[in-house]
């Protein structure tokens, strides 16, 4: 069966569907979890909503929080990953705690108001043409002195940023090939691209306007930082997609390249990585958290 464009990234072409990148991203992946259910302060018997929970990440591990008595409502707009954390919690034996609601986040209605102790989402928003009105629904949702707790990459920080090639390498010797592959991934304007449109003072806007307190937000800019590549195997790489709404690089090579300009950065990549080069990152992260009073 053919999964949703959401389930295939999250399930397959996030790691190129490779047990070994698998691997390697889980513990980078684990740490964002972990801070963003560190920050919700869950205590037992809480229930907690992930919005666009993808395959559970931050649910199943707010689920290990709760106890015996709490409750996880994973929601998400894709069906095929909310089937894959019913598979987990079936095959976990935690049918009876979980709940799955199919939802975009900005319009949770089935979930009723006052309801959940507890928000959490990572990565969504950027997803979310109408984030205002997500944060108005995580209000609606949560019970007086509930929490908050969302993690976002903030884009928009890095976008301009094109010294640096694919996974961060150096692509100097080959910047013009290098701008045309850019292409692929820069197809919608910035103003009108819910990943880059909007920054960590967004966030805090809107999180006041939907009537949070206690508001708190870590912000975190790396520029230029040493960064470790997922593999080192451009045959690896190459089936990998930086998020679910982009190609792979394999994919974005082809659309924009003539196949004697494909040869040559594959050839050009390949050896970068086997010659050890290493990538850099440029990027900026926010956590926020905040209590509906
Ligand atoms: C980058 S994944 C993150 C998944 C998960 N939160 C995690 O931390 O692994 C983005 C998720 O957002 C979901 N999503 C995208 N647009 C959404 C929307 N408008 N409302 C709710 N979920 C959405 C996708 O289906 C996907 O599961």
């Known amino acids: 069966m053919q999964q949703d464009q959401w389930a295939q990234w999250v399930l397959r072409r996030r790691d190129g569907d490779n047990p070994d990148v698998r691997v390697r991203v889980a513990p980078v992946i684990g740490a964002y979890?972990?801070?963003?259910?560190d920050r919700a302060a869950i205590v037992p018997g809480?229930?907690?909503?992930?919005?666009?929970?993808?395959?559970?990440?931050?649910?199943?591990?707010?689920?290990?929080?709760?106890?015996?008595?709490?409750?996880?409502?994973?929601?998400?707009?894709?069906?095929?990953?909310?089937?894959?954390?019913?598979?987990?919690?079936?095959?976990?034996?935690?049918?009876?705690?979980?709940?799955?609601?199919?939802?975009?986040?900005?319009?949770?209605?089935?979930?009723?108001?006052?309801?959940?102790?507890?928000?959490?989402?990572?990565?969504?928003?950027?997803?979310?043409?109408?984030?205002?009105?997500?944060?108005?629904?995580?209000?609606?949702?949560?019970?007086?002195?509930?929490?908050?707790?969302?993690?976002?990459?903030?884009?928009?920080?890095?976008?301009?940023?094109?010294?640096?090639?694919?996974?961060?390498?150096?692509?100097?010797?080959?910047?013009?090939?290098?701008?045309?592959?850019?292409?692929?991934?820069?197809?919608?304007?910035?103003?009108?691209?819910?990943?880059?449109?909007?920054?960590?003072?967004?966030?805090l806007r809107w999180a006041r306007a939907a009537g949070f307190t206690g508001i708190e937000l870590d912000y975190r800019a790396e520029v230029e930082v040493p960064s470790p590549l997922p593999s080192r195997d451009w045959a690896v790489l190459r089936k990998t997609a930086p998020n679910p709404l982009a190609p792979t690089y394999e994919e974005a090579l082809n659309q924009t390249l003539e196949p004697a300009e494909r040869e040559q950065v594959e050839a050009y990549l390949s050896a970068a990585l086997a010659n050890g080069a290493t990538g850099h990152r440029t990027i900026a992260t926010a956590y926020l958290k905040a209590v509906r009073p």
């Open 46 to 203: 809480d229930v907690v909503l992930d919005v666009g929970t993808g395959d559970g990440l931050v649910g199943f591990g707010a689920l290990d929080r709760v106890g015996p008595t709490g409750r996880i409502i994973f929601s998400d707009i894709s069906p095929g990953l909310l089937a894959e954390c019913w598979r987990r919690a079936t095959a976990d034996g935690r049918l009876d705690q979980c709940r799955f609601v199919q939802a975009p986040a900005d319009d949770l209605r089935q979930i009723p108001g006052r309801s959940v102790d507890v928000v959490t989402t990572r990565s969504v928003l950027i997803y979310v043409h109408r984030k205002e009105a997500a944060f108005a629904e995580f209000f609606r949702v949560l019970r007086p002195g509930g929490r908050l707790s969302i993690f976002e990459p903030i884009n928009g920080f890095a976008a301009s940023d094109a010294r640096r090639g694919l996974f961060g390498l150096d692509m100097s010797p080959i910047a013009d090939l290098l701008a045309k592959v850019w292409g692929a991934y820069t197809s919608v304007p910035a103003a009108q691209n819910p990943m880059l449109n909007f920054d960590e003072r967004d966030l």
């Open 33 to 37: 979890r972990d801070k963003v259910l």
